[in-house]
């Protein structure tokens, strides 16, 4: 069981900025990769940013230039820095994690996703 905790969402002006943190505890198995995805009202959830353990990212095209994801492994966090905000980034951010889970004795692993509760970020006009 993973446990992530988002903080630092909140309502900012268009063109405005924040930092969104993610704290991930409640297991030893490996957290390969830390990211962000985001769900605005009436749509389904997609992503923001990632970033794997060899600090490669991958950004949505709609963010590029815009938001930063950065990680500390040792620590399990992932962080979220975004600027120039739009009122189309109006929406409820989630922490993802996947994490490889051993599953026997051998060492053999299953791969997981885990989510935290979500933080609103709303961009007013």
């Known amino acids: 069981q993973v446990q992530l905790v988002e903080s630092g969402g909140g309502l900012v002006h268009s063109g405005g900025s924040l930092r969104l943190s993610c704290a991930a505890s409640g297991t030893k198995n490996t957290i390969t990769s830390m990211g962000w995805y985001r769900q605005p009202p009436g749509k389904e959830r997609e992503l923001v940013a990632t970033?794997?353990?060899?600090?490669?990212?991958n950004y949505a095209d709609s963010v590029k230039g815009r938001f930063t994801v950065s990680r500390d492994a040792a620590k399990n966090t992932v962080a979220l820095q975004m600027s120039s905000l739009k009122v189309e980034d109006t929406a409820v951010y989630y922490c993802?994690?996947?994490?490889?889970?051993?599953?026997?004795?051998?060492?053999?692993?299953?791969?997981?996703?885990?989510w935290g509760q979500g933080t609103q970020v709303t961009v007013s006009s």
């Open positions: 970033i794997t353990n060899g600090g490669r990212t």
């Open positions: 993802n994690a996947g994490v490889n889970i051993v599953v026997n004795v051998e060492g053999a692993e299953v791969y997981r996703e885990y």
